[in-house]
């Protein structure tokens, strides 16, 4: 099996090359991107890689509370630390309630940097900013003001800010790693280019160390503010070397997989939109529902989002100089995570990217993105009744 998969995607390796070029030529080795290139793309970002302590506070909760996904333990001396100072508040109220919301209302995942996001600190004390229906929805039931009332007794009870400050160093040191081995490869000016749309959105990167390979995309609008799309990263520092952010072209493209979120997501809020890809949705989901689940993926609009943009990703790749080695790999990854349709999504994307006259936005191309899944989904279809 092992041997047919690498001699599948060594032959799509070929077409990558062979097919439509991508939207800008580049003369390059097989560094990714020239010192002096990545220094002016890091300038022409302009966006500062941040720490949080709501997003902290909410995550260290969630992993006091038993929550897996933020039980990766990946941060070594700092996961031992948060181990040995919140483990005697196992029992608190505050945990046992998050319990409860997670047990009844699946709040877990994004929810939880949902909740963080819309979080102030003002004098010692926590504040929800906005409405509750700006939440992620497993929220839209729960009573935030008890909920609120049981962080800010967390907080004060476990002196959470004495254990934020006394990690400042560790955080700015996880910021510098990840500013000099990820942003390097991070272009902002791509999105609107590739989008066919000018961002009014605000663009924010948060490193969530206690979130461990977790990595979630939430954003927040503030009244009277422009909209804020977040990037929450998680931290990890490589067992064999001891430091963070090593494989830095690895965790860009999960940087440039959150970013893209902000561009595709709305398009499916169009209701043409949706109309037209509902019922392709609904079947991939269901030909893929035990890998879906398994990576927190309930229903037909995230998958229908995911796979968008996990296909802008590679575009990204190829467009910004990325070796083929790495493009092939991240490829390769999308369909072992069961998004078996991606070859074929790629290579609609690369029609779009080469024909934008007549396709200025991606809006303009998502009825072909439809007609491409579509496709895909009747030739499986076929290719199961055959064998019957």
């Not at 100072?85 to 029992?91: H, L, M, S």
Request: charged share 20%.
């Amino acid at each position: 099996m092992k041997t047919i998969i690498l001699s599948f995607f060594l032959a799509l390796a070929t077409t990558l090359t062979a097919t439509a070029q991508p939207m800008v030529q580049r003369e390059q080795s097989d560094a990714c991107i020239t010192s002096a290139e990545s220094q002016q793309r890091k300038t022409e970002s302009q966006i500062k890689v941040e720490v949080s302590e709501t997003i902290e506070l909410m995550s260290i909760l969630a992993r006091t509370a038993g929550n897996r996904e933020y039980n990766m333990d990946m941060a070594g001396q700092y996961t031992k630390d948060t181990e040995a100072w919140f483990a005697p508040y196992k029992q608190h109220a505050a945990v046992a309630c998050f319990q409860s919301l997670h047990n009844q209302y699946g709040v877990s995942y994004d929810a939880v940097m949902s909740m963080a996001i819309h979080l102030d600190i003002d004098g010692g004390k926590i504040k929800f900013l906005g409405e509750q229906s700006d939440l992620e929805k497993r929220w839209k039931d729960i009573d935030i003001k008890d909920f609120i009332d049981h962080l800010n007794s967390f907080y004060t009870d476990t002196r959470f800010h004495d254990f934020y400050e006394q990690h400042r160093k560790f955080y700015e040191e996880g910021l510098k790693a990840y500013e000099t081995n990820v942003m390097t490869y991070f272009h902002q000016d791509w999105y609107p280019r590739f989008y066919g749309t000018v961002p009014t959105d605000r663009f924010r990167i948060v490193i969530g160390f206690t979130c461990g390979g977790g990595n979630y995309g939430p954003s927040r609008q503030l009244p009277g503010q422009p909209r804020e799309a977040y990037a929450i990263c998680g931290y990890y520092i490589n067992p064999q070397t001891g430091k963070p952010y090593g494989e830095g072209a690895d965790m860009a493209a999960t940087l440039i997989h959150e970013f893209n979120h902000s561009f595709v997501n709305p398009l499916l809020n169009n209701e043409a939109n949706a109309s037209m890809i509902a019922t392709t949705g609904q079947k991939l989901r269901q030909f893929s529902t035990y890998a879906m689940e398994r990576q927190a993926y309930v229903d037909w609009q995230t998958v229908i989002n995911e796979s968008i943009v996990r296909a802008a990703v590679i575009l990204y790749m190829l467009d910004q100089g990325f070796d083929q080695k790495q493009v092939l790999n991240e490829l390769a990854n999308q369909v072992c995570r069961s998004f078996n349709w991606m070859p074929e999504l790629v290579t609609s994307l690369r029609y779009y990217a080469a024909n934008r006259g007549q396709y200025p936005t991606l809006n303009d191309y998502y009825p072909e993105i439809a007609k491409c899944l579509e496709k895909y989904l009747k030739a499986e279809i076929e290719r199961i009744e055959k064998a019957l």
